[in-house]
């Protein structure tokens, strides 16, 4: 009567899923629900997967394609690796079921290009690594469905373009890794759909220059990492205007000084770090505006460099107990009474010894005043003496700042001296000599009288040209506001006239107080008094002594 019973049990086990299976050439756990499959030559995703599975790797193996429908028996996937192997081409819809996937990593692959809906209904992945591929172009709206996306790596691709959609949907990620490609550059547009990023990671890429903003929208940038920049000579003022960073790293690049400029909106920086970079110069106050800076990198710098051990460096002096060299402590090139100390080895007590700068003092400070016709050349010396050596720049009359860079007719020369090619009248007037350091500055002033030749057509048309040619650094060039000191002619002119008009209003104070007392008339100056002694009583007195008197005073 039970013989059916054994029937259905057996029934029953044949149709349930296969809860302990796992293929015969991986590994499974299955408390962790995991597969693991990695560098088993597989040419194809194997059979025998528990349905359940929630972690399956097929890194290192031969899978050359992935087609809709190869991943829908395993929709409780939260994991999925594909990494190392050799495939070409992902079709849309390859991942459609995965509606709990994560985690996806398609890194070290041959994709050339993911077209549109690949990533379609992958709205729970975290994470995503497409690096070490061979994609050329990142599509408009490619990521458009991954919205709780986090970390984003498209590194070490042959990328030569991401289109200004490219990132749009992105409404949660945080990280973004693009290293190792060959782009030129990185639009402003495409970066501006993540406006929750935190870390941006830009390394080893063939970028000239950072574009005025180039990350202005990304408001909560925390950590942003420029590595291995090697065309990167300058970095514009506002490249960084508008973010909160509290990570920056600048690091193997060509750039020769710190970015003070840049850095001047960064309040919130904790921790900067500039290491190898061909910087030569600190400028003092390059991290005045860094209040919060706690951490400051220029690893491969000051070793390199020839070190002036004067004013300049008692900064680093003053902490070099707290500052970590790497072990290999900066040694002094001048000035030559401590060439070649190390700078530990400098007691406090003679630090404002030899750690000094003398300011500028120009030489010569004889008037120079040249007269010139149109069309010679004029100079003018100026040397200065300070230590450390003081750089020498002269302000023309226009306030235009000229120094050993600038082009044109005029220009310094090395020694300091200014000249001035095929001299114009416009040329004429007072230039002033800056000869400074980090002690201070001196100036000197020069003046340049320039006498016209007779104007023809051909003339006139030549004075144009020195003109538009006087600086071509004029556009470039900072002006200089400053005062021009006044001749001997002007200040006896100035004087001449204060004097005049000083007198004139007292000549005029004096004129209406006479004009006044004139017209109160005449006034009696002097006047009568009549009064009597009061009577005592006693024997009577001589005779008119009790009678009146009479006085007359006379009012000053």
Request: aromatic share 8%; net charge positive; proline share 5%.
């Amino acid at each position: 009567m039970t013989w059916w019973l054994p029937l259905l049990a057996l029934r029953v086990v044949l149709l349930s899923p296969r809860a302990g299976a796992c293929p015969t050439r991986c590994e499974c756990a299955p408390q962790l629900r995991s597969v693991l499959c990695h560098r088993k030559r597989l040419t194809a995703i194997p059979e025998g997967i528990p349905t359940e599975t929630r972690v399956l790797e097929l890194n290192k193996n031969r899978i050359r394609c992935l087609n809709p429908g190869d991943l829908s028996p395993y929709p409780l996937l939260e994991e999925l690796d594909f990494s190392e192997n050799i495939i070409s081409n992902v079709e849309p819809g390859a991942f459609s079921n995965l509606f709990n996937l994560q985690t996806l990593r398609l890194r070290g692959n041959q994709l050339k290009l993911i077209p549109p809906g690949v990533f379609t209904k992958l709205t729970n992945l975290t994470l995503l690594d497409i690096s070490e591929n061979k994609l050329v172009i990142l599509l408009d709206y490619m990521f458009q469905d991954l919205r709780n996306l986090k970390s984003l790596d498209v590194g070490d691709n042959d990328l030569v373009y991401i289109s200004q959609r490219a990132f749009s949907g992105l409404l949660g990620l945080e990280q973004l890794t693009i290293e190792k490609c060959n782009l030129t550059s990185i639009s402003a547009e495409s970066l501006s759909y993540l406006q929750n990023l935190e870390v941006l990671r830009l390394r080893h890429l063939s970028i000239s220059a950072l574009e005025d903003q180039n990350f202005k929208k990304l408001y909560n940038l925390l950590q942003l990492e420029i590595d291995n920049w090697p065309l990167l000579e300058e970095v514009s003022p506002t490249s960084f205007q508008g973010l909160n960073l509290t990570s920056l790293s600048i690091t193997y690049t060509n750039i020769t000084a710190v970015p003070a400029a840049a850095l001047r909106n960064l309040v919130y920086l904790r921790y900067l770090n500039l290491s190898y970079n061909p910087i030569s110069t600190v400028l003092k106050g390059s991290f005045k505006d860094l209040i919060r800076l706690q951490e400051l990198h220029i690893v491969g710098a000051l070793l390199v460099n020839p070190l002036a051990c004067d004013c300049r460096l008692l900064w680093i002096l003053q902490r070099r107990k707290t500052l970590n060299f790497d072990g290999q402590q900066p040694m002094c090139s001048s000035p030559p009474e401590i060439q070649g100390n190390a700078l530990r080895d400098f007691p406090d007590s003679v630090l404002f010894e030899y750690f000094t700068c003398q300011k500028p003092k120009i030489r010569d400070r004889k008037l120079q005043h040249v007269t010139a016709r149109e069309g010679q050349s004029v100079s003018f010396l100026c040397r200065a003496d300070g230590e450390p050596d003081p750089s020498i720049a002269w302000v023309s009359p226009q306030h235009r700042m000229i120094t050993t860079r600038s082009t044109g007719r005029a220009t310094v020369l090395p020694g300091g001296t200014l000249e001035i090619r095929f001299a114009q009248v416009q040329d004429s007037g007072t230039y002033i000599c800056i000869a400074s350091n980090a002690g201070g500055n001196d100036t000197y002033f020069a003046t340049l009288t320039v006498k016209g030749r007779p104007a023809d057509g051909a003339h006139h048309a030549n004075r144009t040209l020195y003109l538009s040619d006087f600086n071509d650094t004029f556009h470039n060039d900072t002006q200089v506001f400053l005062k021009f000191t006044l001749d001997l002619k002007t200040i006896l002119v100035s004087t001449a006239m204060g004097c005049i008009t000083f007198l004139g209003v007292v000549l005029f104070c004096f004129l209406l107080l006479f004009v006044w007392s004139r017209g109160r008339g005449q006034h009696k100056n002097n006047f009568s008094v009549e009064y009597s002694f009061r009577k005592v009583d006693g024997p009577t007195t001589t005779t008119g002594q009790g009678g009146a008197r009479k006085f007359n005073m006379k009012m000053i």
